[in-house]
């Protein structure tokens, strides 16, 4: 009895302390009692909301994503997007077991009004009637403004089997986006809303997060040999004949997210206060230091130049092969890596993407922006921190792979996959998500953002871009910011620390690398050191005064020209070397689509390069950055010797069929 | 045993007594890698010659450089490509030409080498080694066929694999019974390559099969001539790696190095090649003579 009063006072301070202290607004909290039937791969739950009207305005409907109805069949605007018969998904599908759905089974008001009744689907981004992810339910009492109120809901979801980034495999349950969530109460003025409105969009195949603040308590009722693993603390379990139920309990985050299988290793490490927790197969345990050690790299990272990670622990799931359909996704204090037993050391995938989940907690989790109107604020400052992270601890030329003598850097990889795209012009930087109709969403969302984020750093310095994005962090942490909040801060960081240097703000900056679609590339065209004269010929009309050979000499006249290839401009330096080991830096506005720089004297110019320190990531060539007066023989030599060496190896080897 | 390992230090006799011929496949290979990376290098030294990048890439796998050369020059690059499949085209066929004269000269019928009797032999044999190549190609695709297809059973989707440990051992059988029948038909192939020039009979068919007959009737001695060119193999590519790994191709000094050892190794991959097809050679001899001994 004792136990149960306990556990009540428990429960009850847990929702006192709703919408009261805290890190965040609180806007919507969760309790959740579920159990798993493993046999129909069914979930049966029991949900409470407690939500707060943040408006001044009564609100009198609420909206909900139901998630799992984008699998509930072809014609979901998810199956549009990404095609029915797009590799993994037609699998699942052709065999009946891809198919999901959640069902609503009742729904009350804090009064006890049935709100069964009162609802809808609704297609806010395309009128797609057969598409079921957003739930509209009309209330019987409007919330009053600033007021708090509880809805009772009981539904049942059937589980898909390998959907992209949730469902079960075998005995594998990889659970997110898997519960009807409140959407987001725009307030007028915030971000790009004029009114008050709710911002609930269907689920697209691309972006997932874009949710309120608030604590969840997620009980969740399984197998008893099933371990799960899941956002937050757990706070209890217990053991009831066959099954057992796990509390977990996590505070000031936007989503909930939890994972189950009876073959879990369950492996512990610290940083500082935080706990670390891995969940994985038996026959991955040895990967377990790689896991761990990446953690602490970024988690210490971040602290230093970001801010403060607040929760007391971080969950990494590392699926087993046939859960591949769930690696690398991210959800608030878990993430999910992905690992194969025979990855060498030197392919750092696991390191990656342990250090790019991770980040999410500052990026779309902490700071929480809207991964599917704007991907880029939360795909592409991870992206860049990512390499930013990667290249610290594993070396800048070697960070992604070092591996049969071949090295590849995070940075250089992802500048790579964006210039080697099919267009990387496709697409402006702050294209929706599910506006990427014919590609893009990657390489312009993740890497390019990423790369003028490496351009902005070397264009303002190391130490005003960690002001920037200390600055965005403090100021937007459990909060909303949209872009323009983000490129406000940028001005106000640089105004601070460079004056008008850049001119009134940065958005001759913006305009180009995210609102639009130029590229950058500059190029040394030609140097040249020409011979030059005392005048000659008709100089004063009548007299004719003759060419002085001897007077001619080198160097008098050294010019450097250089192009702007591209349409975008930025501010270039320009280093200049001369034949007697002196060296000059030349600043260059880059508007121009041409440029010289002239010298007088005896010196020779002897080669010149273009933003030498590499600081203008963006650029898409840097081979024609520089040119020297001489080839350069040894690497020339170098390459051939390299390619006759393939090409006898190559010969050699097809001898083996003769 | 005793009679394995004279045929191993014959065949390697007989190896060194044909190094003229050895030069010459080494000269060949040499000639028609040269008709590749020339135009490379025009093409490299003509669109980036004077780039500074091209020395900054000395110290290290510079994957910037080289993805942005691909990016900016590709087109051109794969032009380059495009003609050496011509050239390739061209050396299959001259290797299979030489093989001829490299199996005659092998098996030890003059005294010296002679380049004569060398070039007579390639063109006596050469539309017989060219027909055995392709019927060989054929064994080699269809048995890869097959192997794939064994791979596959229980299906490649990793979806439906218990543990990535499956796919290991799944590699590990499969790709090892793989190597196994692929060394069963190199052996093949090289005991009725030599049965080929050996017999001189119109078809090869006969030839063929005693070549597999042979490799069949005395199956371990030929294994274990076979993995030992085998282990001579991984041995120099062990070598060659490793000290390859202690240097970058940084200066002058260090490419001259690299191209030299590049060409010790090759040269000998060339010699392991060619001790396979003396080893044949002699193991038939030796067996011959032993059977006829005992008549
Ligand atoms: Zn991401």
């Known amino acids: ?658 | 045993m005793r009679s394995v390992i004279t045929v191993l230090f014959s065949g390697l006799k007989a190896l060194f007594s044909n190094w003229e011929m050895w030069l010459l496949v080494y000269g060949v290979n040499v000639f028609f890698a040269l008709f590749v990376a020339l135009p490379f290098n025009s093409f490299f030294k003509s669109s980036l010659g004077n780039s500074l990048a091209v020395n900054e890439s000395l110290n290290r796998f510079d994957y910037t450089f080289i993805s942005d050369f691909l990016n900016e020059y590709g087109l051109g690059f794969s032009q380059v490509l495009n003609q050496s499949y011509f050239v390739l085209a061209l050396f299959l066929l001259l290797s299979v030409f030489l093989m001829g004269g490299i199996i005659d000269s092998l098996l030890g019928k003059r005294a010296e080498f002679s380049f004569k009797a060398f070039w007579t032999a390639c063109h006596h044999h050469f539309w017989r080694l060219l027909r055995l190549t392709i019927y060989y190609f054929l064994f080699h695709i269809g048995l890869l066929l097959i192997f794939v297809q064994i791979f596959s059973i229980g299906g490649l989707s990793p979806f439906e694999l218990e543990t990535d440990a499956d796919v290991i051992s799944r590699v590990q059988w499969v790709g090892g019974f793989y190597l196994f029948f692929v060394a069963l038909i190199m052996m093949f192939q090289d005991y009725a390559k030599v049965k080929v020039v050996q017999t001189d009979e119109r078809w090869i068919t006969n030839s063929a099969l005693a070549g597999i007959g042979f490799t069949f009737r005395h199956f371990f001695a030929c294994m274990f001539l076979f993995i030992i060119q085998v282990l001579f193999f991984v041995f120099m590519t062990f070598v060659y790696i490793t000290i390859r790994k202690q240097f970058f191709m940084s200066s002058e000094g260090t490419i001259l190095l690299a191209l030299f050892l590049g060409q010790i190794y090759l040269f000998g991959r060339m010699g392991v090649k060619l001790l396979r097809l003396s080893i044949a050679g002699e193991h038939i001899r030796v067996y011959k003579e032993e059977t006829s001994k005992h008549i």
Not at chain 1, 44 to 59: H, T, Y
Not at chain 1, 188 to 207: L, M
Not at chain 1, 446 to 471: F, H, P, R
Not at chain 1, 537 to 562: C, R, W
Request: aromatic letters at 14%; a negative charge.
């Open chain 1, 1 to 658: 009895m004792l136990r149960y009063i306990v556990l009540l006072i428990l429960s009850s301070s847990f929702f006192m302390s709703f919408g009261q202290s805290g890190l965040s607004p609180k806007i919507a909290s969760y309790d959740i009692n579920l159990v798993l039937d493993v046999d129909q791969k069914k979930v049966f739950a029991d949900q409470k909301l407690i939500w707060r009207n943040p408006s001044d305005k009564e609100v009198s409907d609420l909206q909900f994503h139901i998630y799992y109805n984008a699998f509930k069949n072809s014609e979901s605007t998810f199956m549009k997007d990404r095609g029915v018969f797009d590799g993994l998904l037609s699998e699942a599908l052709e065999e009946g077991t891809g198919w999901a759905r959640t069902d609503i089974l009742e729904m009350f008001d804090e009064a006890g009004n049935d709100l069964t009744e009162n609802m809808t689907y609704i297609q806010p981004d395309d009128d797609n009637e057969k598409d079921q992810t957003v739930l509209r339910v009309k209330l019987e009492n409007p919330v009053q403004a600033g007021a708090i109120d509880t809805f009772q809901l009981k539904w049942v979801s059937k589980i898909p089997k390998t959907m992209p980034r949730t469902g079960y495999n075998k005995e594998y349950y990889f659970m997110v986006q898997w519960f009807p969530k409140v959407g987001v109460y725009e307030l007028a003025g915030s971000r790009y809303a004029e009114e008050d409105q709710w911002n609930c969009h269907q689920y697209h195949s691309s972006g997932e997060y874009y949710s309120d603040f608030g604590d969840y308590k997620v009980s969740m009722d399984v197998p008893a040999d099933y371990i799960v693993g899941a956002s937050g603390v757990l706070k209890d379990k217990q053991e009831k004949g066959a099954r057992t139920i796990w509390t977990y309990e996590v505070e000031d985050v936007i989503d909930f997210a939890w994972t189950t299988s009876p073959h879990y290793s369950v492996m512990k490490d610290k940083w500082e206060d935080v706990e670390i927790k891995l969940l994985t197969y038996p026959n991955h345990e040895h990967c377990a230091p790689r896991f761990f050690q990446s953690m602490k790299n970024v988690l210490a990272y971040m602290d230093e130049h970001v801010g403060a990670y607040p929760y007391p622990t971080i969950t990494i799931v590392d699926p087993p092969i046939h859960g591949l359909f769930t690696g690398g996704m991210e959800y608030p204090t878990l993430i999910s890596s992905l690992s194969f037993c025979f990855f060498p050391k030197g392919v750092r995938t696991p390191e990656i993407l342990v250090t790019h989940e991770f980040i999410h907690q500052y990026f779309m989790q902490m700071i929480a922006t809207h991964e599917v109107e704007e991907p880029w604020m939360d795909e592409g400052f991870t992206t860049y921190f990512e390499s930013r992270v990667m290249n610290k601890y594993y070396g800048e030329y070697n960070s992604t792979i070092d591996f049969a003598g071949i090295q590849i850097g995070n940075a250089e990889f992802n500048r790579i996959e964006f210039l080697s795209s099919d267009n990387p012009k496709i697409a402006a930087g702050n294209t929706k998500s599910w506006e990427y109709k014919h590609g893009g969403y990657g390489t312009i969302a993740y890497n390019k953002t990423a790369m003028w984020l490496k351009t902005l750093e070397g264009i303002v310095g190391i130490e005003a871009m960690d002001d920037i994005m200390k600055s965005y962090f403090e100021k937007w942490k459990f909060q909303h910011p949209c872009g323009e909040d983000f490129t406000a801060v940028v001005d106000d960081v640089v105004r601070k620390r460079h004056g008008d240097k850049f001119g009134e703000n940065m958005d001759w900056f913006f305009d180009q690398v995210l609102y639009g679609t130029v590229e950058c590339d500059y190029a040394v065209k030609s140097i040249s050191n020409s011979k030059q004269a005392q005048p000659a010929g008709f100089l004063d009309g009548e007299t004719v005064v003759a060419l002085d050979v001897e007077k001619l000499k080198p160097g008098q006249a050294s010019k450097v020209i250089l192009h702007r290839l591209g349409e975008m401009i930025l501010p270039i330096e320009v280093l200049v070397n001369f034949e007697n080991g002196t060296a000059k830096m030349e600043y260059w506005d880059g508007k121009a689509r041409s440029k010289e720089f002239v010298y007088e004297g005896e010196q020779k110019i002897i080669s010149a390069i273009i933003d030498p320190e590499k600081k203008i990531d963006m650029d898409t060539n840097y081979l024609n950055n520089s040119m020297a007066l001489e080839p350069q023989a040894t690497g020339i030599r170098k390459y051939f010797v390299n390619f006759l060496l393939a090409a006898q190896e190559a010969l050699q080897s097809i001898t083996a069929l003769i």
